[in-house]
Every structure is written in C-alpha cells, then in structure tokens.
C-alpha cells in the first residue's frame, strides 16, 4: 500500500495565511526492526517528508501549521531562522525539520526539538550528506547538553544521545560515558554495551536494533 496522502488546508497560526498541505491518511505498519535511534524500518522509513509543514508566506515550519507559536513573528525573519541555525542545507524536508527544531527550542520544547534534528538527519543520510547529518546530530547532542534538566532521568534520550554521537563519529565520547553503564533494563544495558563496541571498532553506520547481541527482534514481523 506505501504511504497515502491528501491535500488539507491548514491556517498558519503566525501568519493567518491558509495553504494546502499533504497529510498521512494511510500508511503501512512499520515492519521489521527500527534502527538504533529508532528510525523506523519498511515503508513508513521515508515519511520524514511529511513530518513538518511549511507556511508559504511566512517560512513558519511547524508539524501542523494551526500549532501556536509562543515567540513572535519576528524571529522567523532572524537570520538564525533564515539560515537553518548555519546548517546549509538544498534538502527542503530537511530544512524544515531543522526550522521545526528551532521553533521547538524558542517553545523549550527541547526533546520535540532534538526528535526534529534527528529526522532532519534521517533525510540527509538518505542524500549522503554526511557532513549536514553530522552537523544536525551534533545540534541535538547540544541540546542535551544545554538542558539536562529537560532529559534528566530520560534512558531512551541517553541512548538517543550514545547513537547521536557514534553516528557523528564522537566515538572517544560514547566510550568515556557510556562504558560500563548499567540501565535499569537488559536490553538497555545490552544496548549501551553495543554502542560502545561499535564506537571502539570506528563505526558510524547505521545498525539496526536487532542486530545488539542478546537482543531478538521483539518488533519484527506483522
Ligand atoms: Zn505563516
């Protein structure tokens, strides 16, 4: 079946302005296991497109363009907005899930944020643009590191932030903070020990879950 989709209008909550914007009405369950950062498998793996809307007249870029923004319009015409926050990239859906992370950092919605530059790297990986997936996955490490007090106690964001960096080829850092570490779950646990082995061998690929030694694909199949 893929990915169905159908125009809708939407009125930017910023702006006023009203634009036709596709949305998911139907998709194929994920199927087979997700990455280790959690990028699905199968045929939803490419709907990162669909993840944030972009207002035609005033560059507003949100998941859905009718959700409140706190800031004011003004900071859409900033050059930090305008320029991606310095991450130069020609993929348009990457563009506006890095402008969807900035509009969730002035929202201090920080985890929606580093979710946002994550998918935004996601559609870069896709492109072998590794050096703005590089730079996407370092904002989101930088997010973390600004705001613990947003992630404390979070372990998913703190494996998020292990495969952030492997994947950014931090590899002497996932190795000084996560060696050893014990999780409040084996597979947790299992996970992190993976991170560290790949990190210690120089791998940046993307593996996905199943693949960490003791671990069954628990989410594979229909
Ligand atoms: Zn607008």
């Known amino acids: 079946m893929g990915t169905i989709t159908e125009n809708k209008d939407f009125r930017c909550s910023v702006c006023g302005q009203i634009s036709a914007q596709p949305v998911i009405t139907e998709q194929d369950r994920a199927s087979g296991a997700p990455d280790l950062d959690l990028r699905p498998a199968g045929a939803q ?70 979710r946002s ?36 106690g979070d372990n998913n964001f703190l494996l998020l932030k292990a495969d952030l960096l492997r994947r950014a080829g931090d590899f002497e850092r996932v190795v000084r903070e996560f060696a050893g570490k014990a999780f409040p779950s084996q597979i947790m646990t299992a996970i992190a020990f993976f ?10 690929a993307a593996h996905r879950a199943d693949e960490v030694p003791g671990v069954s694909a628990a989410s594979q199949g229909d």
């Open 117 to 152: 530059y994550l998918a935004a790297a996601w559609a870069l990986d896709d492109d072998k643009d590794d050096r703005h997936a590089k730079e996407c996955r370092l904002a989101a490490v930088k997010l973390m590191d600004g705001h613990p007090a947003a992630f404390k």
């Open 45 to 114: 793996r490419n709907n990162m497109r669909y993840w944030a809307m972009k207002c035609p007249e005033c560059g507003y870029c949100c998941t859905t363009l009718d959700i409140p923004f706190d800031d004011s319009r003004e900071y859409l015409e900033s050059d930090e907005y305008k320029t991606c926050g310095g991450i130069t990239v020609t993929n348009e859906y990457a563009e506006r899930l890095i402008k969807r992370a900035l509009v969730f950092v002035r929202d201090h919605t920080y985890k929606d944020a580093v």
């Open 195 to 204: 991170e560290v082995h790949l990190s210690a061998s120089g791998d940046s």
